[in-house]
């Protein structure tokens, strides 16, 4: 076995997977949805138009780029027969003096799965909307969700394939695939009509299709040609950094080296990067603190062991400005782009309209969002981070009391998950949102179950979809 030593790359691999993602995306096309259109609603209940988003946020501070050579701490890389293993010397560095980083594996999480469960979510906004009748927040018409599933002439997924389809006023909205070959549209969202016609690949392999909303649930279109494998994976940490994440941001910062490394073993052709984005509110020390993608992971969790929680005061924090500021990350077009907002408060009611703005986009942009609720969360909170997971085609994490660890965790508004320890949960989302499967935690991976869980989906009696 031959060992080789070397500075920079994935450099000590040293991150805690604290509670990642958030978004990305470009100026919105022409006929696109926009922040000020009128909102969806499922029946009984007719959600009010949202507002025009207000003025645009100042303007941010450049994206700090690190790399070996611009980082103060030099992280050394053993790698070992092609695989990318940190050095058992590399530690993260302390929170602060006096402070020693906790153990890793101890916070517990669950997550949950709304486009696997379409009723239940349809019947969940229906309630929100009625308890919060003043509130303008943002969803998708899971009822009626219609998937594309496309694959090659061996029947693997296809991803990165663009899907077009016709809307009623005659306009076009273009998607792409993720990893799994899946796009999936949102008849009310996405504008519609009675009928719809799909065009999926470009030029001669183009195949073309017509959808009927409402009736249809899963396309299943085959190209010509091989699929390609993932060759790149990006990933933005968006993380709260107001003081009541304080507990959270500690233990995410021990979680992050495990997880990384697990999701750089179990794809070792994969180029992956990972960026930075922490962030607190208008009138705290700072508001957004950016850095930019870079393959040495090590460098990504010098600057996040430095970074403490404080300031807030207030229960919502400028999750607008973060996500902003994620639109104007370098996302690469050929990866797998992950988005992992770790957050404990929604955006300020007047911002709520530019944080969907920005959800759509990075859906446009095939960013798959992963929210991740930590402690203190309440319903809005919870509403709107389960729009931006469902909208993307991701899922929606939550931290929970099995730990001990943090603030009480408010129970989530679903009817079935399974609790685990959040570093595997977290690798296993990554690992499911490259490999293009949903990867389940095994019996002794699971701490305890609630509801009727099957593999994400929740067997109970209730309305059908539709």
């Given at each position: ?138 969803y998708v018409d899971t009822a009626r969700a219609v998937t594309i599933r496309v694959t090659d002439v061996r029947d693997r997924p296809m991803p990165f394939v663009e899907v077009r389809a016709t809307r009623a006023d ?264 490259i490999s293009g499967r949903r990867i389940e935690p095994t019996e002794a991976e699971v701490i305890r179950r609630v509801g009727p869980y099957d593999r994400g989906v929740c067997n109970v ?6």
């Open positions: 076995m031959t060992i080789q030593r070397r500075t920079g790359g994935w450099a000590g691999l040293g991150l805690s997977l604290s509670a990642l993602v958030i978004v990305s995306g470009c100026a919105p096309l022409e006929g696109e949805d926009r922040a000020d259109a009128p909102l969806p609603s499922p029946p009984p209940y007719v959600a009010p138009p949202m507002a025009p988003p207000p003025p645009p946020a100042p303007s941010r501070p450049a994206i700090v780029g690190l790399t070996a050579s611009s980082r103060e701490d030099s992280v050394d890389e053993i790698v070992v027969s092609a695989s990318r293993i940190p050095p058992a010397s590399a530690s993260p560095v302390p929170p602060g003096p006096g402070r020693p980083m906790p153990q890793s594996g101890i916070l517990t999480a669950g997550d949950y799965d709304d486009l696997l469960n379409p009723a239940l979510y349809s019947a969940y906004v229906g309630r929100q909307l009625q308890d919060q009748a003043n509130s303008r927040l943002p005659g306009t076009t909205i273009s998607l792409r695939t993720v990893a799994d070959g899946a796009v999936t549209l949102f008849p009310a969202l996405d504008g519609l009509g009675e009928t719809s016609r799909i065009t999926v690949g470009s030029g001669r392999n183009a195949v073309t299709r017509t959808l009927t909303p409402g009736q249809d649930r899963v396309l299943e279109v085959r190209l010509a040609g091989t699929a390609q494998a993932v060759q790149a994976f990006d990933l933005l940490l968006v993380i709260d950094a107001t003081g009541s994440m304080s507990d959270e941001m500690n233990y995410l910062k021990s979680e992050l080296t495990s997880i990384m490394a697990a999701v750089a073993e179990r794809h070792p052709g994969v180029d992956i990067r990972i960026g930075l984005i922490v962030y607190r509110d208008v009138g705290d020390d700072y508001v957004v603190r950016q850095f930019g993608f870079t393959g040495n992971v090590g460098a990504i969790q010098t600057v996040l062991a430095r970074q403490d929680a404080g300031g807030g005061g207030d229960y919502p924090e400028a999750v607008d400005q973060a996500m902003a500021t994620a639109l104007d990350f370098p996302w690469r077009e050929d990866a797998v782009k992950a988005l992992m907002l770790v957050a404990d408060a929604p955006p300020h009611d007047d911002r709520i309209g530019q944080t969907w703005a920005t959800t759509l986009e990075a859906r446009r942009e095939r960013i798959q969002i992963v929210p991740l609720a930590a402690s203190g969360v309440a319903d809005k909170a919870e509403f709107v981070m389960r729009a931006m997971a469902a909208a993307t085609q991701s899922r929606y994490l939550f931290l929970t009391d099995d730990s001990g660890v943090g603030l009480p965790h408010d129970t989530p508004e679903v009817k079935c998950y399974a609790v685990t320890r959040l570093d595997g949960l977290v690798r296993r989302v990554l690992d499911s949102l009696p209730g309305p059908k979809a539709g």
